[in-house]
Nanobody, 122 residues
């Protein structure tokens, strides 16, 4: 099974930018749908951005226009470029992957990284 390792989190002021990275232990394009999720303290986990096996992307309304999900297939790495960050973006961010059509469609991902913390101060 694929293993995922996130990096790139940190503390930034409102309006700033961060780029998160997720390195997979195997080639993921064409085999896995992948995504970024986040969970703020005291809140449920929510989808941030996903990319399907065919490259189709999807974004939560709250991040659309500010965040961009992308892949570097040569490096087996998934990215999340986050611009115009807001205090509401503060959360633990998780990278996730899944193989089956059903779990990808439902965004009920099978494999998860350990998370990386993003803190945005006002």
């Amino acid at each position: 099974q694929v293993q995922l390792v996130e990096s790139g989190g940190g503390s930034v002021q409102s309006g700033g930018s961060l780029r998160l990275s997720c390195t997979a232990s195997e080639y993921t394009r064409d085999n896995y749908c992948m995504g970024w999720f986040r969970q703020a303290e005291g809140k449920e986990r929510e989808m941030v951005a996903t990319v399907e096996k065919d490259g189709t992307t999807d974004y939560a309304g709250s991040v659309k226009g500010r965040f961009t999900i992308s892949q570097d297939n040569a490096k087996n790495t998934l990215y999340l470029q986050m611009n115009s960050l807001k205090p509401d973006d503060t959360a633990m961010y998780y990278c996730a992957a899944s193989r089956t059509i059903l779990t990808c469609e439902r965004k009920e991902y099978t494999f998860w990284g350990q998370g990386t913390q993003v803190t945005v101060s006002s």
